[in-house]
């Protein structure tokens, strides 16, 4: 894996995953640490995402359960701190159907970050090519 920084945009807002706080918001490009991160491999398939300021990987909060936070905390190497990046960009957890989301999908400076299951977000991108369609 790259021993190089980069930053997690969403492309919709075009903001950034910042870990100024325990519980991830999205907020504007600042270049901070905060908003820096680094793939680490886990050895096993899946990656450790690390944040540059305060050397945590991304966690979801008390396990793996649809709408927990994603937060930062000291790796431990359990199943809940370990991704896989898709091709198309998406952050998903190494065990269930989850993947990271923005809470409520509302694309505003300082919303959180949660864990939701992918099966609503298929449906959410489903429902959208089908609107432009029409």
Do not use: H
């Amino acid at each position: 894996m790259s021993q190089n920084y980069t930053i997690i945009r969403n492309e919709r807002s075009g903001l950034v995953l910042d870990a100024r706080e325990t519980v991830l918001k999205i907020l504007p490009f600042t270049g901070q640490p905060t908003q820096l991160w680094k793939l680490e491999s886990s050895g096993s398939g899946t990656i450790y995402i690390v944040n540059k300021a305060n050397g945590k990987v991304l966690d979801i909060e008390s396990g793996i359960k649809n709408g927990n936070n994603i937060i930062t905390y000291s790796k431990k190497g359990s199943a809940n701190q370990q991704w896989i990046v898709n091709s198309d960009d998406t952050i998903v957890s190494s065990e269930q159907n989850l993947a990271i989301d923005i809470f409520e999908a509302r694309c505003s400076p300082g919303n959180k970050i949660i864990i939701i299951i992918i099966i609503i977000i298929i449906i959410i991108i489903i429902m959208s090519v089908m609107v432009n369609r029409q």
